[in-house]
């Protein structure tokens, strides 16, 4: 949802991703299909945060959170109940955002704009690589 260096492969596979779905609901909606996407924010224990959460951060990462915490794969099952239950029939087109209110804020994890300007100064804080 917002700029994030040296995310420019995922931003742009989201935003197909985004777009696909948003196309899908206006063309088989009439059919009665439903199309949404689920936009996870920072989940603990997956891949994506593992790769690049700075080291010794995410306890900061968490206080980032209006809701205080990073998410975990449990959140994103639920959202998924929930879109394919009756309580969503009317929903369709929808990214369903699942972050903790973390869309709201503009602040990045990575010390910017050390990142961009000098890779390599900031190369060791990143458990994976840039």
Known sequence: ???????AHVSS???GVDALSRVIAAEEGPWGVRSNVIAPGPIGGTEGMDRLTVSGTERSLESLVPLGR????QDIANAT???FSDAASLITGEALVVDG?????SSTAFPYPDAVLDPESVQKMFKGKL
């Not at 949802?1 to 995310?7: A, E, L, R, V």
């Not at 990073?70 to 794969?73: A, S």
């Not at 209110?101 to 804020?105: I, K, N, S």
């Open 1 to 7: 949802m917002i700029g994030q260096p040296y995310q």
């Open 13 to 15: 596979a989201k935003a």
């Open 70 to 73: 990073q998410g975990v794969v």
């Open 81 to 83: 109940i929930f879109l």
């Open 101 to 105: 209110g973390l869309q709201h804020l």
